[in-house]
């Protein structure tokens, strides 16, 4: 004879199971972890195994929140930290060289150079994934030229550069030559290589003659 079960066995039977929530906490150093990994050996040689020896995460943890290496890049690229120009407190210096050159910071060099480096490392993919290329165009080349632009504008405002001066194709001069720089050429940037690119291609573009000395400390430079 088969014995009914009780009110409180029905109950214990019938209850949902709850799953653990997600800790998202450790999402950060995991998308930190990724890029760190993906700048020294590509996307094609980043493993999972990698990034989370790196961050110090289990394995599970990360296949729980990114099912794929491409969507853990992707997350990480669109995550990258973009607070180094502030679009409110841009140098005014006066005049265009003395705001680009003010622009030409200690660690604005090096974040753009790790910035290169995961470049380098996402270019077998973004081939592959338009929706990579961009992520990574709005996340390492858009802040830069963003803030050029609105330099190039207040040029434009004050009369020192000509209303016609094709903003859009100046404000991507500098991160361009970068990335053709370190990923072609294979040589860092540092703040000659910039200052001469000011000097020697973005001034001349906007009409604007060369200065008389075009070395750190030349005529209209404006250090911070």
């Known amino acids: 004879m088969t014995r009914d079960a009780s009110p409180l066995e029905e109950t214990v039977e019938e209850a949902p199971k709850l799953g653990r929530k997600r800790d998202h906490t450790r999402d950060p150093d995991i998308l930190d972890a990724a890029l760190e990994v993906l700048a ?94 961009e992520v990574a165009r709005a996340a390492i080349v858009e802040p830069r030229a963003s803030a050029n632009r609105i330099l190039l504008q207040r040029a434009i405002d004050r009369g020192e550069i000509s209303e016609h001066s094709d903003i859009d194709s100046l404000a991507m001069l500098s991160q361009s030559m970068a990335i053709y720089r370190v990923l072609v050429l294979q040589k860092p940037v540092n703040r000659d290589f910039f200052i001469q690119l000011i000097d020697g291609v973005v001034l001349p573009a906007v009409g604007l003659g060369r200065p008389l000395a075009t070395v750190d400390g030349g005529a209209g430079a404006t250090d911070t």
């Open 40 to 133: 020294e050996t590509g996307y094609d040689g980043m493993t999972m195994e990698m990034v989370a020896a790196r961050a110090k995460a289990g394995k599970a943890t990360l296949y729980r929140r990114w099912p794929s290496k491409g969507e853990l890049v992707i997350d990480a690229v669109a995550c990258m930290k973009r607070g180094d120009f502030d679009r409110d407190h841009l140098p005014d210096t006066g005049t265009l060289r003395g705001d680009l050159v003010a622009m030409i910071k200690p660690h604005a060099i090096e974040d753009g150079a790790r910035k290169m480096r995961i470049m380098a490392g996402l270019m077998s993919m973004i081939s592959r994934n338009p929706e990579l290329a």
